[in-house]
């Protein structure tokens, strides 16, 4: 169909506007050929013509339909253009909030100006492994791509990342590094993928700056290659920069700063690491403040450095380096500041005390006088002679300004190549991903050096993207067998022949430059000159300082001020050298030509594309032009070799406000960034492309029954396009694919917005001839019925007269009252009847009731009295046993105390004998001495004799020897003379050349001098410090030895004043012992007082009793006497009473001789009391006695000492000879008592202190013991006020209320007593287990020791009598039996099959014949083999879903067993009598279930990701994907990036049923494994949750299923997940609890989003979803037909007001990784043990039933 065939009525179109760019208008009228004008109806609603040329006829381009409108991607639009690129980004930005847009091969970036949740980690696994076109568009999804076909081609990948500043391009660059660094970890320990992304703070804060559109805006290009291993694994990057902005260090526009490095430091002054570099504020350095706008809103600069900071040392860039650094910023601040003066008309003058002078030449270590002679003076040489020319103001301070340039670039490429080397590859490269941040095309009011540089760039970069878009269209119509015409796009390459060609624009700029005084007028001349024929390049017409070049992107004017000298970059030659001879080596290497440090040595080497110009001395430098030239063809050789990937970054506005577009802005930047020139190409050929799926389920609806063939879709497409579309050219049919030109989609879409128009009248038409066809046929029935009604009445009327009415009536009024006279007679009949039977029921049953009073009144009395005996009994009993119990333990007191002290007199006795030995060893001590002074003497004598002789043999050495010094001295008198001469003379020379020295050494100690004082001063404050710093050490060291000694003298206080309250405690408990005597004799007496008023209370009822009883009978005998006669019945009534009045004397006198004996027995047992009282005193007093002989036995000792005393006085001589070694040892002694005085000096003081100590605490006795007297005295008024409030209780016995209150307390304490007798109870049910065991482990010890001939003999005999439920086997057949068992045991054996859990039972089984054996070692081996077992089975076989099931129901099923044969009660309540014999005897196995409950936990998770992995692929397609509901579909249009599973029709198809047929596979085969249903219903609620949030998660991820089909569709799907979950008989589980997030989101989906109300409506209802789940669905929701409507923003602006206090996570995904908590209940098993016999099939022979 021909285009101009659309221009009809009702279509839209747009048409040019002057601020919105482009507007939309529909057509008024229908356009025919020929007509000069189109009628055109406005939003406005006003009406235009918009004129036409009908030679050549350009009609407005036609907008497409709504249901295009807000694709993924441009190119399935229908109508390619300008204005639907631009309104399809509007509504994506603006109403959907959606930033990225598809354009074919390129995304569109829109900066947000706001943060979004989209970038988390969920959000990269979601992305991770899908294909491009599966979700919605993402700088993730690129990234993915990228690395896909990175590991799926083996080949290189680079993402390009352009746009202009503000665009978001260094934020998008990163976003794509910090994907790579999650999905791809690296091998090494050292984190690569951190330090990768830890690079991008630094490289911003030295290569990022504020500008007018941007506050973090790049200022130089950066393309950063990630290196990975074989196994795709980051293992290092390297980074090449392009085109650093220098002019920025000495210049920023107004409104614009420095580096933000420079403020950093700035904020950052005041810290210890940066005074020494005496920094100021950034108001006060001239290079940070000639913006005028040194901040920036929302940044905090101190914390920009420490993040800075923390990224140096985590790349480990060492603290040397980074001083250095920052060493040489400060003095590029520094030097900004040095004050260059006007000293004549064409000098210059710096003056030598200009302080930041010193503070730069100290920084770097270079010479102030050479700083200051070449920066205002230039050297020039000539062939005879060398002259130093002046330098006027403004050309020396250009020279400082270059220098600092200069600096900082060389420090610049420093700290890349820095950064390079710390993320160095460890290992080979395989492979690598480049990211290229690169500036975008750029066109401002003044255009200089830098914008030339960055287009000829653009313009490099637009050429490889041409050529890649053409190469992958070409592409793809290979693919699809569709012949391949050429397509006419724009070429850039006579713009960039006219930059970087033979004398091209770069090349007259170099040859300029080789002039010593060119300059930019005369270059600007030789491009007029050369370049004037060149329809590219223009010269303005108003100015002759500025040419124009027609970029690709739009027209640019350059003014030329400035070329020549940034092409250059040229520094003088004596400023290099100075910097060359710094100390500071750090500087001087930068400057040095053998050494050049730069980033962009790194990286592949490429040979140039133009060979460069080689210098012919240091004054033929290469060019900036020329390096940019070599490294950008560098840089495209590079992109060249690998697939790219294009991101291009649209900035909305200039104000930098979220969510704000502006269309003037987006147009500039989509021209220039080639997304339009993309969508041109794609319009020339086919854009438009549907597979044939998605063909037949969408435009079905225009298909006649007989085209359709359900077997070849393909064919039925054919045949419907063939017969739609006559003109073939405009489709073509591909292998997978249909083709369409431009338009062809829209038509398509308008016949079948038709179809379903015209359908809907029809339906319409005849629901409503339906409805009022039934209303009619309503309305005849009513008529009907009233007119029989009428008719009927009329018959009536003619047929009835007066008589016969009259008849009638009379005839009624007989029959009323024969009939009321027939029913009163049967009511009195029936009356009369019920009397008598009410009659004489009533008497059976009073005289009933009569009998069984009288014989409830006889039993309660038996058991009065039966009960008062027994309480009698039991009193008297425990009355005994208590006085028996303090009996015995007085007794038991007693013999401990005579214990007691017959140890004392065994001590005294010990003591005796130890002081006569002691007697007997002083003896032997004075023996020994005496024979030691003997041998003392003699040994004296010998010494005088050999001392004697020793003096007689000196006196004669003494002789010889001063012979001999006297010849000596004579001799040295002789040498002293000579040496005096020799030395003289040595010391005149020494003189002279000394004096010579000095005169040399002084000028060298003059500088010296000045130095070290320096250093000496630094040294002394160093040493001073550090002195302070060791005294205040040591004078805290000091205060922390006296504050120990402090904490440990008040620890002994402590301690000692705890034993004395221990104490105090000891004699306070006397008190409360005597309280509880007073407190029980008083209970005894209250005890008998209550039963003597009880027996009193009882006695008077009795009475009463009686009383009422004679009453009663005396009233019967008037009733039976009254129907005789009346004076015999007197007589009887008062024989009557006064018989009643003897029996209640008798009555009365029986009860008061009960109380006398009561009485009696009570005096009788108070004398029993007082008779053992008694008792005990007189045992009291033979204890006495046996104290008072103790104690004479006692002083018969101490005379017995005395005695041996007065024996040792005997002994006169050995005193003698005692006291002669005493004199020799005096002085001794005497040293002792001195030290000896002043111990007892220093105890004094201990002492005195101690005593006062004593004293205090002596006094807090004291005032313990008042206290204690106090609370004597206060008992005893409490006392008094008790024995008060008992005369008072006496009297108030009588009311009840007492009585209630006693009944009360009565019951409390029953309820403690009950309590503390089940805790008894339970302390002795555990005495007795524990008795138990002790009896069984010695049974079995017993058993043991007998001998193995006797057990099996034993075992003989039981064979032949009952199986025992116990498998033996022998130690070295372990191994065997967890082989065949665990190891080998496949759960598809027919055995296993037949009893469920038989391996769990077999194991245990063994279990109890180890433990049966009470073998420990043979028990533990087992258990460990059991588990290990278990372990190897699970993790090599950790895929197979069946056994992991099998092992978990198994492990499972023996920790029950061990539970429930453990012997403990809580799992012994369901167990039989048998079972409980079974249990196990000898040992705890609690800690081996603890570890088969962990490993049981573990299993489990391993089964959840077994199942969650095979559910993963069919999640997405079966709830999503496939249309369950038929003739519903949900298919829309889509561009160029298809997804995998509708591009190839042989893949598999999942629907929801087949996620139903894996969830029916997973329960069967659990079920089949006999795994508990509480377990079973734990797995489905995890694996429901799992398939509830993949769900979600791809809808919030997937702007084409948000739509009300798709809703309708998801919620199908649930209810046929629920259906399956009541066919199961799991709806228990919770697991439809886990889908309710997703019913509500498809809930919300279906529902009207219009009004006020249905907002109100969402907020209460989508209570499962947070705040950002609900704005991003109702931001996404996508209408499929014309008949739909948008959300509108205002809309979803009020559901997030509504929201604001909604509490809830503000994350967007959910996490899929999330675990509920397995709980392993405890189910007992119900399988007999002893009945269970071992297969043959399981090998298991050497295993024995026992």
Known sequence: MALIELYTQYNRVWIPDAEHVWSSAEIAASFQSGDKSLELLLEDGTRCKYPIDPSKPQLPPLRNPDILVGENDLTALSYLHEPAVLHNLRVRFVESRIIYTYCGIILVAVNPYKSLPIYGDAVIHA??????????????????????????NHKNQSIIVSGESGAGKTVSARYAMRYFAVVSKSRSKTRVEDKVLASNPITEAIGNAKTTRNDNSSRFGKYTEISFDTRYRILGANMRTY?????????QAENERNYHIFYQMCSSAHLPQFKSLRLLSADEFRYTSVGQDGTIEGVDDMKDMEETLRTFSLLGLNYDFQSDVFKVLAAILHLGNVEIKKHREDQSIISPSDTHLGVFCELLGVSAVDVVRWLCHR?????????????????????RDALAKQIYAHLFDSIISRINTALQAPGPQHAFIGVLDIYGFETFDINSFEQFCINYANEKLQQQFNLHVFKLEQEEYMKEDIPWTLIDFYDNQPVIDLIEAKMGILDLLDEECLFPQGTDHSWLQKLYNYLDANPLFEKPRLSNKAFVIQHFADQVEYQCQGFLEKNRDALYEELVDTMQESQFLFLANFFRDDVKISSNDKGIKVRPARPSVKPANKQLRTSVGDQFRASLSLLMETLNATTPHYVRCIKPNNQKLPFEYDSRRVVQQLRACGVLETIRISAQSYPSRWTYIEFYSRYSILMSHSEIDRSDKKLTCRSVLQRLIQDSN?????????FFRAGQVAYLEKLRLDRLRASCVTIQKRVRGWSQRRRYQALRAAAVVLQQYIRGQKTIRKTVSAATLKQGWAALVIQ??????????????????????????????????YKKMQEENKAVVLQKYARAWLARRRFQSIRRLVLNVQLSYRVQQLRKKIDEQNKENRGLMERLTSLANSNSQTVDKLQGLESQLEKSTNQRLTLEARERKANEEASMTIAQLQKEVESLELEKKKLEKNFEASFNEAKESFHQIKRNLLE???????????????????????????????EEMKRLKEEKVCLQRRMEEGEQLNSDLQEQITQLTKHVKIIPELRRDLSNLQNQKNILDRKIQQQAEQARDKINKIAGQLLVGVAEEEILLGLTSHDPEKTNEAEDLIKGFDILEKAVRFLQNQQKEQKEHSETQVEGLKLKAEHLQNENCKLQNLFQEKSNINEDIRQEVSRLSSENSILPELRLQVSELQKQKQELENLVERQSRELAEKDHEITTSLQAKIALESARCREFEERVVKLEDANAEFQRKIEDLEEQNEHLLRQQQVESEIKKKLREEMSHLTAENRTLRKILDQKDRLIKKLKSQIKSLETSQRGWFDMISETNVCRTKDFLGMLEYKKEDELRLIQNIILDLKPKGVVVNMIPNLPSFLLFMCVRHADYLNDEAKLKSLLNAIITGIKKVILTFHKDFELVSFWLSNTYQLLNCLKQYSGEEEFLKQSTPRMKKNCLKNFDLSEHRQILSDLSIHIYHQLITIMEKNLTPAIVPGMLEHESLQGISSMKPSGLRKRSNSIYEDMEIYTISSIIQQLTFFHSTMTHHSMEAGLIMQVIKQLFFFIGANTLNNILLRKDMCSCRKGMQIRCNISYLEEWLKEKELQGSQAMGTLKPLAQAAWLLQVNKSTDDDAKEITEKCTELNTVQIVKILNSYTPIDDFEKRVSSSFVRKVQSLLLDHDGSIQLMIDIDHRFQVMFPFCPSSQALELLQVPNSLRLDFLTRI
Do not use: C
């Open 1000 to 1030: 040399e050494k002084e000028n060298e100690a003059r500088l010296r001098k000045i130095t070290e004082n320096n250093i000496e001063i630094q040294r002394q404050d160093h040493e001073n410090e550090v002195e302070s710093l060791k």
């Open 379 to 399: 050297r020039i040489v000539l062939v005879s002679e060398t002259l130093v020319k002046p330098l006027p103001v403004e050309r020396a301070l250009n020279t």
């Open 730 to 738: 405009q489709y073509k049919f591909g292998r997978t694919k249909i």
């Open 816 to 849: 009323r009252h024969w009939r009321g006279y027939r029913m009163r007679q049967i009511y009195l009949l029936v009356r009369f009847a019920t009397i008598t039977i009410q009659s004489m029921v009533r008497g059976w049953i009073a005289r009933k009731q």
């Open 243 to 251: 085109l650093l902005e220098k002019s920025r260090v000495v210049f």
């Open 127 to 152: 992305y991770s492994g899908r294909n491009m076109g599966d979700m919605d568009p993402h700088i993730f999804a690129v990234a993915e791509e990228a690395y896909k076909q990175m590991a799926r």
